[in-house]
């Protein structure tokens, strides 16, 4: 016997997603980004699945690049936010990683190293996020000086990153993309390169900004960035579903107070199951009174305060609930966001915050060989 909680990964839903960028923009490639743990799913196992579909993979950083290296991942790797110290330069020619290259500082850096392999660079440019990048005035000559280093190899890619491609009326989504093209249509040095604008959002809903590399993240794992409906995320598969079961079942009398602090209190008879997950095992601890439960495939509303180990539900008007039911908290059949929206959060942090200790199941791993 052991404790009940843990987070189902399908691997074939994450292929399928993947396929799902390729076909919304058949004549561009789309680097797989697997960040911060492959957005809670386990970084390595994302990888190993995405690698035969993908030209190259994502991450934040050159630590987690190297955790994918040391697990056997052999394609490029694009660090998103390029290097962090001038001796990850180094490292990033010997293992074959691509570098966004963000600033003057990173540049200097990448022109000074002594490496006997030239470097893939895309250059980001601030089109109005004012996260990162190089203003538009600065790239001229940035590209010019990366170009005439060996330790650079030619084909540079022009990237830039929407502040707010998920809301699909922003009309700074517009102005980002003007501000882009105006800038490639006067930049001597960038004629002719690639171009990489898109993310999950902007996959889904804005065709116009595919381009020739697509940077899809979120929408791997299965789930829309979007508040609203969107024909496109509509056929995105969950990838992770959090599961558990119930492992005590108690009648309450009216009045009566469920969870710490007694924050509920039943206005009826009811009966109260008690689930293991809890927010040491990624559930929500902001969850509201009301968020839904799956128990044996029913919807339920959680009742009282998150646990570190437990969650509350109140499945007075649900049949035949047991010792053993089966309990998902969010995944194939209960939408993610759906749980953050009564958390108050997004989906991305609630997949992304995941800690390790609901194991992981993975399914699929190896893709069927009809699909
Ligand atoms: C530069 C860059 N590209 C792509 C992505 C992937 O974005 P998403 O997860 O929304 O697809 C991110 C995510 O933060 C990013 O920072």
């Not at 609203?228 to 005590?248: G, H, Q, R, Y």
């Amino acid at each position: 016997m052991s404790r009940p909680c843990y987070a189902q990964v399908d691997l074939e839903a994450l292929r399928h997603n993947y396929r799902l960028a390729g076909e919304l923009a058949p004549s561009a490639q789309a680097v797989a980004v697997v960040k911060a743990n492959a957005y809670g799913h386990g970084a390595v196992e994302a990888a190993k699945a995405l690698e035969p579909l993908a030209p190259a993979l994502g991450v934040a950083c050159i630590e987690e690049a190297l955790e994918l290296r040391h697990a056997g991942i052999q394609k490029p790797i694009l660090l998103l936010e390029g290097i962090f110290s001038a001796d990850e330069v180094a490292i990033a020619s010997e293992e074959h990683f691509f570098l966004m290259v963000e600033n003057l500082e990173q540049i200097e850096a990448i022109i000074q190293a002594d490496i006997d392999q030239a470097l893939h660079c895309w250059l980001k440019v601030d089109t109005g996020m004012h996260r990162l990048g190089l203003l538009p005035e600065q790239v001229d000559a940035a590209l010019a000086v990366l170009k005439a280093s060996p330790n650079v190899q030619p084909d540079i890619i022009m990237a830039s990153h929407f502040a707010s491609a998920d809301e699909l009326d922003n009309p700074s989504n517009a102005e980002q993309l003007r501000c882009f093209d105006k800038l490639i249509a006067e930049c001597e040095q960038a004629q002719g390169l690639d171009q990489s604008l898109a993310n999950s959002a902007t996959i889904l809903a804005h065709p116009s900004a595919h381009r020739q590399w697509l940077r899809p993240g979120f929408m791997l794992y299965g789930a829309s960035p979007f508040t609203e409906d969107n024909e496109n995320a509509a056929k995105l598969k969950p990838v992770m579903s959090l599961i558990s079961e119930v492992i005590s079942l108690r009648p309450i009398q009216s009045g009566e107070r469920v969870g710490y602090g007694g924050k509920w209190q039943a206005e009826r008879d009811s009966i109260i199951a008690t689930i293991a997950c809890g927010y040491g095992d990624g559930y929500p601890r902001h969850a509201s009174n009301g968020t839904p439960v799956l128990i044996d495939g029913q919807e339920a509303p959680l009742v009282g305060r998150v646990s570190m180990d437990m969650i509350t539900v109140d499945v007075t008007d649900i049949a035949n609930v047991q010792l053993g039911s089966r309990a998902e908290m969010w995944g194939k059949n209960l939408c993610v966001n759906r749980i953050a929206e009564h958390a108050h959060t997004i989906a991305y942090e609630l997949l992304t915050r995941m800690p390790a200790r609901p194991p992981r199941v993975y399914q699929n791993e190896h893709p069927n060989r009809e699909a």
